[in-house]
């Protein structure tokens, strides 16, 4: 029983770190209407940036804050730079996109090498804590509470503030919020600032205790794919409801399958997609 | 729609162009049977490449030029395919040729999976979900270590003795390409290929014309597998090595580029891209180890700047020059 508890938490901390970055995924692939199949690569960069500055200056804070900004400033890069050239054409977006993602992995191979890293935990989150009737690492347990407060400072951006009612107004009606007088294309780059950084904020924050190395792109990029398959898209109820179902699955499936425990993941999405294919809490644009 | 294959300019069917299309393809058969005869070994075992990766990425054409469904899922059925051929001659000591008959033949159930879970979707959902399937079979080859080998792949069991010279191995490759070319072409230039053009221009027309949509689109992902199964078999033969590196993404996304470069929706083009992008590695890799940065740079200069290909490109300046005169 006391394994199962601490399968629960290992799941639920996992989803939590899947929602922080999913749900920039769905922000941007909702609003701006851009998959941004750099997503994974901007993950990783952030966590090494990340891991970079908690070495020289030995602040945790620091070191995730750097990892946001850096990567909201990649954001803007991206958004400014090059996608401005494929405006409107979807497809030609999320290509480019995925050159993109090939050009910083790379980037960070030549600057970190191959090796494998992991941020290093501050010292009031190390060591255990007591849940319940287990021992379960304190750190895990901040990640979890970040996730939940992650979840909730959004749903009051959005719901609850001038921003969150421009954002939502560009998402079900760009051209009309546009010609009311709002830049439109600040509240777009804006957004795409945002959810960068929570891929940075991801990275940094899963590189403590998933490790940070060639390929980890890879793998948070397809979970928060199939996150937002699952929950649909621009839909942040849908990224936690996906992030809570994928990460729980994960954990299960590592202790029943552990060779499978990818495929698992299969398994809501391929049910979810037979009956909803735009995700449980997806619209049609 | 804002596909891909809107860009496509497929007015192969006039007389004229038929003409130079016919001339062009009969110098490329010719410079295919005589390059081997003038090229070192080394060299024809990077044409053979080609020829292999351009049945790969004329299988994604026919999706993503005339169905007008983009996949990033190839690489992992091409990759099967593979895996299955190597997996039979060497852990099961089976018959090199049964393995490449069954390595095809799962490659084409792989791709009736991704259908059946695809087809509903469109545009940059169905690139999402290939790309999601794809993604799951690479982990499961990465990590199913006991029957794949995980990070260390699996060695073949060495190809047949008539096969080890470049040369004979390239020609055996050519005189299974050309059929499979040739019944490509037939496919997307019959009722059934213009059934998909029509599905791609616009899917609400074709319902409307009584058209099964959902059925057009599952048989045209399914024939689709079948040929990036052979072309995955052939490279079983080719490689006689496979590992995760085989069914990850920068496979499907090579093969998409390559598609692309040469010009979606002009079947043949693939060829010409595959050889583009072939060599452009081969060359790049003489001065750099960072090809991944180059087919990255590449795809952003192509996705900016032409993202009508080679083929394409020119298809639209003969239109062009044609409607002057």
């Known amino acids: 029983m006391s394994l199962n508890l601490f399968q629960l938490l290992n799941g639920l901390t996992f989803a939590a770190l899947l929602f922080i970055v999913a749900s920039g ?8 209407r851009i998959v941004n199949l750099a997503h994974g690569a901007l993950y990783l960069f952030g966590g090494l940036v990340g891991y970079s500055t908690v070495k020289l200056t030995g602040s945790f804070l620091i070191g995730a804050l750097a990892s946001m900004a850096f990567v909201a400033i990649l954001g803007v890069a991206l958004d400014k730079g090059l996608l401005r050239f494929v405006r409107g054409a979807e497809l030609r977006q999320v290509l480019l996109t995925l050159g993109v993602a090939f050009l910083l992995n790379d980037i960070a191979l030549v600057i970190w090498g191959g090796d494998t890293y992991t941020v290093p935990v501050p010292e009031a989150l190390m060591g255990a804590m007591r849940v319940g009737s287990v021992f379960y690492p304190k750190y895990r347990m901040f990640v979890l509470g970040l996730g939940v407060f992650v979840f909730i400072a959004l749903w009051l951006l959005i719901n609850h503030t001038r921003l969150g009612a421009l954002i ?50 890879a793998e948070i990029l397809v979970f928060s794919l199939a996150v937002v398959i699952i929950g649909g898209r621009g839909s942040l109820v849908g990224a936690a409801t996906g992030a809570l179902l994928v990460g729980l699955l994960n954990s299960i499936g590592q202790v029943v399958f552990p060779e499978l425990a990818y495929f698992i993941i299969f398994g809501p999405m391929a049910l979810i997609l037979a009956f909803r294919p735009l995700g449980l809490f997806g619209r049609t644009a | 729609m804002s596909m891909l294959g809107s860009l ?15 001339l062009s393809l009969a110098l490329g058969a010719l410079a295919l049977v005589i390059l081997p005869m003038i090229l070192p070994g080394y ?36 990759g099967l395919s593979t895996y299955v051929a190597i997996y039979w001659s060497t852990t099961m000591g089976g018959h090199i040729w049964v393995g490449l008959l069954l390595g095809i033949v799962a490659a084409t159930i792989l791709a009736a999976i991704f259908a059946i879970l695809a087809i509903r979707t469109s545009g940059v959902y169905f690139l999402l979900l ?22 260390n792949g699996m060695r073949g069991a060495g190809r047949p003795a008539f096969l080890i010279d470049h040369a004979h191995f390239y020609f055996a ?25 029509g599905i791609r221009d616009s899917e609400s027309r074709m319902r409307s014309l009584g058209y099964n949509v959902q059925l057009h689109l599952f048989i045209a992902f399914v024939l689709s597998g079948f040929y990036a199964g052979i072309a995955g078999a052939l490279y079983a033969v080719f490689n006689d090595f496979v590992s995760p590196s085989t069914v990850q993404l920068s496979l499907s996304v090579s093969g998409l580029l390559m598609a692309i470069t040469g010009g979606i929706g002009t079947l043949l083009g693939s060829f010409v891209g595959a050889a583009a992008i072939t ?7 003489i001065f750099t180890e960072r090809w991944p940065s180059v087919l990255g740079l590449t795809f952003i200069f192509i996705m900016i700047f032409a993202p009508e290909g080679i083929v394409g490109r020119v298809q639209l300046l003969l239109a062009r020059k044609h409607q002057q005169s």
């Not at chain 1, 769905?26 to 701006?32: E, K, P, R, S």
């Not at chain 1, 546009?178 to 929570?198: D, K, P, Y």
């Not at chain 2, 060599?279 to 890799?285: A, C, D, K, M």
Request: with cysteine; glycine share 12%; net charge neutral.
């Open chain 2, 43 to 78: 060299q024809i075992s990077i044409v053979t490449q080609i020829l292999i990766f351009a049945l790969l990425a004329m299988s994604i054409d026919v999706l993503a030029g005339y169905a007008g469904r983009t996949s990033l899922g190839h690489g992992a059925i091409f």
């Open chain 2, 8 to 22: 496509s300019a497929s007015n192969l069917d006039s007389p004229r162009s038929r003409k130079g299309l016919l």
């Open chain 2, 130 to 151: 290939t790309l999601a399937l794809g993604m799951i079979v690479w982990g499961v080859c990465q990590r199913w270590t006991s029957v794949t080998g995980g990070e």
């Open chain 2, 279 to 285: 060599s452009l590695e081969n060359i790049v890799s």
């Open chain 1, 168 to 217: 939502r107004a560009g998402v079900d009606d760009p051209e009309t919020t546009e010609a009311m007088g709002i830049n439109i294309r600040m509240v777009f780059l804006g957004t795409f600032m945002l959810g960068a950084s929570l891929a940075g904020l991801g990275g940094a924050v899963g590189g403590a205790f998933l490790t940070l190395h060639p390929g980890a792109d």
């Open chain 2, 173 to 197: 490759v050519l005189l299974i390409i050309i059929p499979v070319t040739w019944s490509l072409w037939r496919l997307v230039h019959s009722p059934f290929g213009w059934a998909l053009r």
């Open chain 1, 25 to 32: 995924f769905t922000l941007i692939f909702g609003l701006l």
